[in-house]
């Protein structure tokens, strides 16, 4: 497998590891290391949960493929100073061609996505699916 | 290149008498005829060398050089010893032995011949990778022309006891035994004659000699026999028509001539150096070595608990070229099917790496290797909260 530059230099060197602690700060999880690929998502923002609320910051725990890291990576570095919003800053097809992903690891692309969702769900207060339970509160 | 190679499982550079050797067959101030040419003396020549070959294969392995039949290599080898088989002998019966740990040269062409029509029994080794011998005996049937076992396993490097197997066939049923030698010579000792099966398969390029060179070893006193699987000139008895490519089999012959009973002090290097290596990672959170401590000297395959696979070699690329599984199987990106085979879940199948030690790897390589896959465990661990 060969990796694109910018995948490389997110994997290799992955900043925004860790967690989140406070009142300010929601998590959000996808996936599980059983089946290969868990992603999560920590963010502080500044007055929450409602919407239209500021990232402060954001952290993430991955166990998967270098691209799941690397675009975790990239995201949670990407957040601070954004609007908290449910929907990922850029699409799955983007990310796809920015990061050079082949299209079979589409699947592992949509967990991040649903990490990041949970989290912002809980971040903002929007409504959450069934099918997506809500996480604890950090 | 600057990583450190540990893949010499995979297979080894070719050693320079052997690329000297095997240059002078190319060209036209060398030995370049067809050596099937019988009516003038650049065939002749071509000939002696191929012939001078295979009797250098044959004495290393303690066969006869009229058992030695060439082919492009291990695949090619198992190939014919399964097709060839289960083909002449499709009158006699039509069940096969073999293990789930063989290699996909062995298994694939048993998954087609259960297309065809055939049954295949495949035995399960234990946790360490090893097979008990009565299990091959239990599984003979009346119907069983074949029994395929390697020597060798590619990925742990455990050593079957091929002896008690052929011993165990001899007595109880008139299967051949085909054996995969491929990983096995040049690392402990291969004696056909004493092993007493009917078919080794041998590969060059894993022992310093050329890719795309190898053989089948076809007992005459066993008398075993094959049918052909490509016809066309009726070159190696008619069992593999075809021109015989006189510079590969010249490697071949080079190298098995230089690796045949390494000398003790190197051996015991290179299992010094795995136990350094070993010492080095076990010392590590979460390690589990698969295949116990019965594998050869040079192969370690290790099991890393809280990493993924692909990134756990990714991480450790830029530092050493190691393997996760066998280097004909690791382009799938699949768990290995032998460590699932030996129970492993596929999370651990998965992050599992297959360090192999060579003629030039030093005791500077193996601390490299430590250091790069200790930082890449700490690093995927932390990222992954494990």
């Known amino acids: 497998v060969t990796y694109s530059e910018l995948t490389r230099r997110y994997f290799d060197d992955a900043a925004c590891v860790g967690v989140l602690a406070g009142p300010d700060s929601f998590r959000g999880a996808a996936g599980s290391r059983a089946q290969g690929t868990w992603v999560q998502f920590d963010v502080q923002v500044s007055s929450a949960p409602r919407s239209g609320t500021t990232i402060h910051a954001m952290r993430f725990l991955a166990f998967g493929c270098p691209h799941v890291i690397a675009v975790s990576a990239w995201l949670a570095e990407q957040a601070a100073g954004r609007e908290a919003r449910v929907s990922l800053p850029e699409s799955i097809q983007s990310l796809r061609e920015r990061f050079g ?23 903002t207060g929007a409504p959450v699916l069934e099918s997506r339970p809500q996480q604890p509160h950090v | 290149m600057n990583c450190v190679y540990l893949d010499y499982a995979a297979t080894t550079p070719v050693a320079p008498p052997v690329a000297a050797r095997m240059a002078q067959c190319l060209t036209v101030e060398g030995t370049f005829g067809n050596p099937a040419s019988a009516g003038h003396e650049y065939g ?29 290599g291990a695949t090619e080898a198992n190939n014919l010893a399964i097709f060839g088989t289960a083909l002449y002998y499709q009158e006699s019966g039509r069940h096969i032995v ?15 011949l259960e297309r065809r029509g055939w049954r295949v029994s495949y035995l399960s080794p234990d946790r360490e990778g090893m097979l008990d011998p009565g299990q ?20 742990i490097g455990v050593t079957q006891d091929i002896a008690a197997i052929a011993a165990l066939c001899a007595e109880s049923s008139a299967a051949r035994l085909h054996v995969d030698a491929a990983q096995s010579f040049g690392k402990c000792p291969v004696d056909f004659g004493a092993l007493g099966v009917d ?43 075809g021109t015989v490519a006189t510079h590969q089999v010249v490697g071949m012959g080079e190298a098995f001539a230089l690796a045949k009973g390494p000398p003790p002090s190197e051996i015991e290097r290179i299992a010094l150096l795995k136990e350094r290596l070993w010492e080095g990672l076990r010392s590590l959170r979460g390690v589990l070595r698969n295949g116990g401590a019965r594998a050869v000297p040079h192969l370690l395959n290790v099991s890393f ?10 991480a450790v690329r830029p530092s050493i070229a190691v393997s996760t599984g066998s280097a004909c199987t690791s382009i799938n990106q699949e768990p290995s099917y032998v460590l699932r085979a030996l129970g492993r879940d596929d999370r651990l199948a998965e992050s599992s790496l297959r360090f192999s030690i060579g003629r030039f790897t030093t005791v500077s390589d193996v601390d490299t290797a430590v250091v790069a896959v200790t930082r890449a465990l700490e690093r995927l661990r932390r990222i992954a909260g494990t």
């Not at chain 1, 299209?103 to 990490?115: H, S, T, Y």
């Not at chain 2, 066969?63 to 030695?68: F, I, L, M």
């Not at chain 2, 066993?222 to 008619?238: D, M, N, T, W």
């Not at chain 2, 608990?305 to 990714?314: I, M, Y």
């Open chain 2, 199 to 241: 078919l080794l398969s041998l590969s060059a390029h894993k022992v310093y000699g050329p890719k795309g060179a190898g053989a089948l070893i076809v007992s005459g006193e066993r008398g075993a026999r094959l049918a052909p699987l490509q016809y066309g000139g009726g070159q190696e008895r008619a069992l593999r028509s």
């Open chain 2, 305 to 314: 608990e809280g990493v993924e696979g692909e990134s756990l070699l990714a």
């Open chain 2, 98 to 112: 073999t293990a789930r740990t063989e290699h996909k040269s062995v298994l694939d062409p048993c998954r087609e």
């Open chain 2, 136 to 155: 091959v005996a239990g599984a003979l049937r009346p119907d069983t022309v074949l029994v395929s076992i390697m020597h060798v396993n590619n990925e």
């Open chain 1, 101 to 123: 992903i082949p299209v079979d690891k589409l699947g592992r692309l949509l967990i991040v996505e649903d990490a990041w969702i949970a989290a912002m769900r809980t971040a």
């Open chain 2, 44 to 72: 002749d020549a071509a000939a002696q060398l191929v012939e001078a070959a295979r009797a250098q294969v044959a004495a290393a392995v303690g066969a006869k050089a009229a058992e030695v039949v060439w082919t492009s």
